[in-house]
Protein backbone atom coordinates (compact mmCIF):
# COMPACT_ATOMS: atom_id res chain seq x y z
CA UNK A 1 0.00 0.00 0.00
CA UNK A 2 1.35 3.65 -0.35
CA UNK A 3 0.26 4.83 3.17
CA UNK A 4 1.76 3.87 6.69
CA UNK A 5 0.20 0.93 7.69
CA UNK A 6 0.30 -0.30 11.21
CA UNK A 7 -1.32 -3.51 13.61
CA UNK A 8 -3.10 -4.94 15.09
CA UNK A 9 -6.05 -1.92 14.51
CA UNK A 10 -7.19 -3.09 18.19
CA UNK A 11 -5.56 -4.48 20.84
CA UNK A 12 -7.23 -5.40 24.19
CA UNK A 13 -5.05 -7.11 27.11
CA UNK A 14 -4.78 -7.64 30.56
CA UNK A 15 -2.88 -5.76 33.24
CA UNK A 16 0.63 -7.17 33.24
CA UNK A 17 0.57 -8.78 29.98
CA UNK A 18 3.84 -8.42 26.82
CA UNK A 19 1.90 -6.27 23.93
CA UNK A 20 3.61 -5.84 20.48
CA UNK A 21 2.44 -2.86 18.06
CA UNK A 22 3.82 -2.82 14.60
CA UNK A 23 4.37 -0.12 12.07
CA UNK A 24 5.27 -0.42 8.06
CA UNK A 25 6.46 2.95 7.35
CA UNK A 26 6.04 4.38 3.65
CA UNK A 27 8.52 3.05 1.37
CA UNK A 28 11.91 4.74 1.79
CA UNK A 29 11.29 7.47 3.99
CA UNK A 30 13.72 7.36 6.59
CA UNK A 31 12.29 8.60 9.62
CA UNK A 32 9.77 7.17 11.52
CA UNK A 33 8.11 8.53 14.76
CA UNK A 34 5.54 6.83 17.84
CA UNK A 35 3.03 9.25 19.16
CA UNK A 36 0.23 7.92 21.64
CA UNK A 37 -3.16 10.26 21.70
CA UNK A 38 -5.11 9.66 25.18
CA UNK A 39 -9.06 10.61 23.94
CA UNK A 40 -9.17 14.51 24.16
CA UNK A 41 -5.42 15.10 23.88
CA UNK A 42 -3.02 15.64 21.27
CA UNK A 43 -0.72 12.97 20.27
CA UNK A 44 2.30 13.05 22.46
CA UNK A 45 5.77 11.93 21.40
CA UNK A 46 7.52 8.56 22.48
CA UNK A 47 10.28 7.74 19.81
CA UNK A 48 11.72 9.53 16.57
CA UNK A 49 14.09 6.42 14.83
CA UNK A 50 16.31 7.65 11.88
CA UNK A 51 17.23 4.84 10.17
CA UNK A 52 17.84 1.79 12.85
CA UNK A 53 18.86 4.07 15.39
CA UNK A 54 16.53 5.52 17.71
CA UNK A 55 17.44 9.68 17.42
CA UNK A 56 15.20 10.36 20.09
CA UNK A 57 13.86 8.46 22.67
CA UNK A 58 12.95 10.85 25.25
CA UNK A 59 9.15 10.52 25.10
CA UNK A 60 9.26 6.93 26.21
CA UNK A 61 7.60 7.37 29.65
CA UNK A 62 9.60 4.00 31.34
CA UNK A 63 11.61 1.37 31.03
CA UNK A 64 8.68 -0.75 30.65
CA UNK A 65 8.07 0.68 26.28
CA UNK A 66 10.68 -0.07 23.74
CA UNK A 67 10.78 0.20 19.95
CA UNK A 68 13.02 -1.10 17.23
CA UNK A 69 13.63 -0.88 13.98
CA UNK A 70 16.21 -3.09 13.09
CA UNK A 71 16.10 -2.75 9.29
CA UNK A 72 15.26 0.92 8.93
CA UNK A 73 11.84 0.29 7.80
CA UNK A 74 9.16 -1.79 9.50
CA UNK A 75 9.25 -0.45 13.75
CA UNK A 76 7.79 -2.43 16.48
CA UNK A 77 7.06 -1.05 19.98
CA UNK A 78 7.10 -3.07 22.45
CA UNK A 79 5.46 -2.38 26.00
CA UNK A 80 6.27 -4.88 28.86
CA UNK A 81 4.03 -5.31 32.47
CA UNK A 82 1.03 -3.48 30.43
CA UNK A 83 -0.77 -1.20 32.66
CA UNK A 84 -4.29 0.18 32.78
CA UNK A 85 -3.00 3.74 31.96
CA UNK A 86 -1.03 2.34 28.98
CA UNK A 87 -4.72 2.42 27.12
CA UNK A 88 -4.33 4.95 24.42
CA UNK A 89 -4.11 4.61 20.42
CA UNK A 90 -0.34 4.82 19.74
CA UNK A 91 0.28 6.30 16.27
CA UNK A 92 2.51 5.59 13.70
CA UNK A 93 4.35 8.48 11.52
CA UNK A 94 7.27 8.60 8.77
CA UNK A 95 8.45 11.00 7.00
CA UNK A 96 11.33 11.32 3.96
CA UNK A 97 13.62 13.19 6.03
CA UNK A 98 12.98 13.90 9.24
CA UNK A 99 14.17 17.69 8.52
CA UNK A 100 11.63 19.89 7.50
CA UNK A 101 9.27 17.18 5.73
CA UNK A 102 5.63 16.41 6.76
CA UNK A 103 5.12 13.43 8.86
CA UNK A 104 2.42 10.64 7.10
CA UNK A 105 0.45 9.26 10.09
CA UNK A 106 -1.29 5.66 10.15
CA UNK A 107 -4.84 4.82 11.09
CA UNK A 108 -3.13 3.61 14.43
CA UNK A 109 -3.54 0.99 17.01
CA UNK A 110 -6.31 1.16 19.79
CA UNK A 111 -4.62 -0.63 23.11
CA UNK A 112 -6.79 -1.56 25.85
CA UNK A 113 -5.38 -2.78 29.28
CA UNK A 114 -8.21 -4.24 31.02
CA UNK B 1 9.78 25.95 27.17
CA UNK B 2 8.70 25.68 23.88
CA UNK B 3 4.23 25.31 22.94
CA UNK B 4 1.61 25.60 20.81
CA UNK B 5 -1.70 27.31 22.07
CA UNK B 6 -4.81 26.77 20.19
CA UNK B 7 -7.28 29.02 22.77
CA UNK B 8 -10.43 28.06 20.93
CA UNK B 9 -11.16 24.16 22.11
CA UNK B 10 -14.21 24.43 19.80
CA UNK B 11 -15.49 26.41 16.28
CA UNK B 12 -18.74 27.06 14.96
CA UNK B 13 -19.29 27.90 11.74
CA UNK B 14 -22.03 28.21 9.58
CA UNK B 15 -21.57 26.24 6.14
CA UNK B 16 -20.42 28.65 3.75
CA UNK B 17 -19.22 30.92 5.78
CA UNK B 18 -15.43 32.17 6.22
CA UNK B 19 -13.60 30.23 8.98
CA UNK B 20 -10.54 30.85 10.89
CA UNK B 21 -9.03 28.21 13.34
CA UNK B 22 -6.06 30.18 15.73
CA UNK B 23 -2.76 29.08 16.75
CA UNK B 24 -0.12 30.93 18.34
CA UNK B 25 3.33 29.09 19.37
CA UNK B 26 6.52 29.75 21.58
CA UNK B 27 9.31 28.13 19.97
CA UNK B 28 13.26 29.34 19.80
CA UNK B 29 14.86 29.76 16.64
CA UNK B 30 12.61 30.19 13.27
CA UNK B 31 10.06 27.74 13.37
CA UNK B 32 8.59 25.06 10.58
CA UNK B 33 4.82 25.53 11.40
CA UNK B 34 2.41 22.68 10.14
CA UNK B 35 -1.29 22.22 11.02
CA UNK B 36 -2.76 18.63 10.62
CA UNK B 37 -6.69 17.56 10.59
CA UNK B 38 -8.11 14.46 12.16
CA UNK B 39 -11.49 12.84 11.27
CA UNK B 40 -13.41 10.81 13.12
CA UNK B 41 -11.62 7.22 13.36
CA UNK B 42 -9.07 8.26 11.37
CA UNK B 43 -5.50 9.20 11.08
CA UNK B 44 -3.78 12.49 11.61
CA UNK B 45 -3.71 13.71 7.48
CA UNK B 46 -0.89 16.82 6.97
CA UNK B 47 -2.84 19.92 5.61
CA UNK B 48 -0.27 22.43 4.53
CA UNK B 49 3.33 23.59 6.48
CA UNK B 50 5.37 26.55 6.31
CA UNK B 51 8.67 26.42 5.94
CA UNK B 52 10.01 29.95 4.63
CA UNK B 53 8.89 32.41 1.95
CA UNK B 54 5.15 33.95 1.47
CA UNK B 55 3.86 34.44 4.46
CA UNK B 56 0.25 32.77 3.06
CA UNK B 57 0.71 28.98 2.58
CA UNK B 58 -1.90 27.37 0.35
CA UNK B 59 -2.48 23.57 1.51
CA UNK B 60 -4.94 20.69 0.81
CA UNK B 61 -8.85 20.81 0.52
CA UNK B 62 -8.96 24.81 0.23
CA UNK B 63 -7.24 25.31 3.44
CA UNK B 64 -4.50 28.20 3.88
CA UNK B 65 -2.94 29.64 6.70
CA UNK B 66 -1.28 32.94 7.51
CA UNK B 67 2.33 33.16 9.16
CA UNK B 68 2.77 36.19 11.35
CA UNK B 69 5.91 36.34 12.68
CA UNK B 70 5.78 39.44 14.94
CA UNK B 71 2.35 37.94 17.17
CA UNK B 72 4.17 34.05 16.32
CA UNK B 73 1.16 33.25 14.70
CA UNK B 74 -0.34 30.51 11.95
CA UNK B 75 -3.59 31.05 11.82
CA UNK B 76 -5.80 28.27 9.82
CA UNK B 77 -8.60 29.50 7.09
CA UNK B 78 -11.03 28.98 4.43
CA UNK B 79 -12.66 31.31 2.82
CA UNK B 80 -15.74 29.01 2.56
CA UNK B 81 -16.43 25.99 4.90
CA UNK B 82 -17.86 22.56 3.77
CA UNK B 83 -20.11 20.20 5.94
CA UNK B 84 -17.26 17.96 5.33
CA UNK B 85 -14.44 20.35 6.99
CA UNK B 86 -16.15 19.56 10.58
CA UNK B 87 -13.19 17.39 12.02
CA UNK B 88 -10.62 18.37 15.04
CA UNK B 89 -7.35 20.30 13.73
CA UNK B 90 -3.92 20.65 15.15
CA UNK B 91 -1.62 23.39 15.09
CA UNK B 92 2.07 21.70 15.32
CA UNK B 93 5.67 23.31 15.20
CA UNK B 94 8.30 21.62 14.23
CA UNK B 95 10.96 22.48 17.26
CA UNK B 96 14.57 22.98 16.80
CA UNK B 97 17.37 20.04 15.80
CA UNK B 98 15.48 17.32 17.22
CA UNK B 99 12.84 17.26 14.85
CA UNK B 100 9.58 16.63 17.33
CA UNK B 101 6.31 18.32 16.64
CA UNK B 102 4.87 19.65 19.28
CA UNK B 103 1.14 18.68 19.68
CA UNK B 104 -1.26 21.01 21.59
CA UNK B 105 -4.90 19.82 22.55
CA UNK B 106 -6.37 20.51 18.74
CA UNK B 107 -9.51 22.67 18.19
CA UNK B 108 -12.93 21.12 17.26
CA UNK B 109 -14.22 22.49 14.08
CA UNK B 110 -18.04 22.22 13.54
CA UNK B 111 -19.36 23.39 10.05
CA UNK B 112 -23.44 23.30 10.69
CA UNK B 113 -25.42 22.93 7.39
Known amino acids: GAGVSQTPSNKVTEKGKYVELRCDPISGHTALYWYRQSLGQGPEFLIY????????DSGLPNDRFFAVRPEGSVSTLKIQRTERGDSAVYLC????????????FGPGTRLTVL | AQSVAQPEDQVNVAEGNPLTVKCTYS??????LFWYVQYPNRGLQFLLK????DNLVKGSYGFEAEFNKSQTSFHLKKPSALVSDSALYFCAPLAGNNRKLIWGLGTSLAVNP
Open chain 1, 49 to 56: FQGTGAAD
Open chain 1, 93 to 104: ASSLTGASGEQF
Open chain 2, 27 to 32: VSGNPY
Open chain 2, 50 to 53: YITG
